[in-house]
């Protein structure tokens, strides 16, 4: 709960159910998580605050069946900082040059101070300037804030996404969960939470599974929700696929899962064998919640992962790779102390750089940066005046 100096106006995406992308995700841990800000949130229509503490301005409007159109999101942004009162404005969004040039056009227009969070990593950097709002603009990596550098980008920082760390799922709920998904009790599980079309992380798991589970009987689950016919054909060509390869008593597709941390807390290994992040966020926050588990994870030796495996958080592999993701996990699963250890790693890692309260508390730092230099600016003004 927030005991609240100034307000910060957050500009996203519909800040409310369903849970199920990371961006909004992350902007509702920060607004919750804030001590000395109050954030305002942007939701639909009768939707209730997500957290105490928490207000919501329902700018989006009724529910449409279909996403909102660009040119109505656009307005929406300039007509909400034209009317706000509000200190400061967070806007988490991608690159984009023309919501970057309307949202800093109407905060300059009311000496509003801008932060930009850029929610997933630009695909080009080459002339990103235009497309960045704010002052700073943070990234969630240290590669992508690298990239944005040599770019020409001035005022940049790294803040990493965040979470709730918790205590580990305790050891006696583990054998309700397994029921609850009708996983085997006492087989070790290796989970692949992730994407169908995204990328080729599902394929590469389903080639690997085979060499896994005759060396090591164990059983892998998919948790990736279906948000399209194109996903629903590729699960069925995966459930085909492992099925030929004699292995689907060894598998449990599940589609979107409400509680991922539950079921995480049941693996052994985790796996991300991901040859591309540019179109989602970098770091994916449920892979973040499994090693806040003390889940022993392997990752796609690409950046941003990189950096947990630099860091010895992770074990990294070629992307894409079915046989050099089966090697590892293969490993793990035959030395519990080791996958213990991974998974300890991992955990420590997440509580050293993405506790959620960390992140907000950064956050704040640079608020306190931002309002400072205003004062700054305004104070010189009066000075010439008078």
């Known amino acids: ?26 902007v509702r841990a920060i ?11 942007m939701t639909h229509e ?32 300039s007509r909400l900082i034209e009317t706000s009162d509000c200190a400061l404005v ?8 023309l919501v970057a040039t309307v949202v800093r056009t109407a905060c300059k227009l009311r000496n509003i101070p801008l932060i930009h969070t850029l929610v997933r990593a630009p695909r080009v950097s080459l002339g990103i300037g235009g497309a960045l ?11 992508t804030q690298q990239r944005l550098q040599d770019s020409g980008v001035k005022s940049i920082v790294c803040v990493r996404p965040g979470i709730t760390i918790g205590e580990p799922v305790p050891a006696g709920d583990k054998a309700a969960i397994r029921r609850k998904y009708r996983i085997p009790l006492h087989m070790p599980v290796v989970v692949y939470a992730g994407d169908y079309g995204h990328t080729n992380a599902a394929r590469t798991v389903a080639a690997a599974m085979p060499r896994v589970v005759r060396q090591v009987p164990c059983h892998f689950v998919w948790a990736c929700r279906i948000k399209s016919g194109e996903d629903a054909r590729e699960e069925q060509l995966i459930q085909e696929a492992v ?47 499994g090693m806040a588990e003390g889940i022993a994870t392997v990752v796609a030796s690409k950046p941003p992962l990189v950096e947990m495996v630099h860091a010895n958080a992770a074990i990294g592999i070629p992307a894409s790779n079915p046989l050099s993701l089966s090697a590892p996990v293969v490993d793990l699963l035959t ?12 955990r420590a890692f997440v509580k050293q750089y993405h506790d959620i309260e960390q992140v907000a508390a950064a956050y704040e730092t640079l608020y306190d940066d931002m309002l400072a230099r ?8 009066f000075g010439r005046i008078g």
């Open 374 to 381: 205003r004062r700054v600016r305004q104070s010189g003004i």
């Open 90 to 97: 967070h806007l988490f969004w991608p690159a984009d040059r």
């Open 243 to 289: 099925a030929a390869d004699g292995v689907g008593d060894f598998a449990t597709f599940l589609n979107e899962v409400m509680n991922l941390r539950e079921l995480l807390s049941i693996a052994t290994v985790q796996v991300f064998p991901a040859d591309r992040h540019h179109e989602k966020m970098e770091t994916p926050l449920v892979l973040l919640e």
């Open 31 to 41: 607004a919750a998580h804030l001590r000395r800000y109050r954030a305002r949130v």
């Open 46 to 77: 009768g939707a209730p605050p997500p957290d105490p503490g928490v207000e919501t301005e329902p700018t989006w409007g009724p529910r449409l069946a279909s996403d909102t159109p660009l040119g109505r999101r656009i307005g929406l942004f």
């Open 1 to 26: 709960m927030s005991t609240y100096g100034h307000r910060v106006l957050f500009l996203s995406g519909p800040v409310e159910p369903p849970w199920t992308r990371s961006d909004k995700v992350l």
């Open 335 to 346: 030395h519990p102390a080791k996958a213990k250890q991974w998974g300890d790693n991992a």
């Open 133 to 143: 709002a704010g002052n700073p603009v943070v990234c969630l990596s240290e590669h």
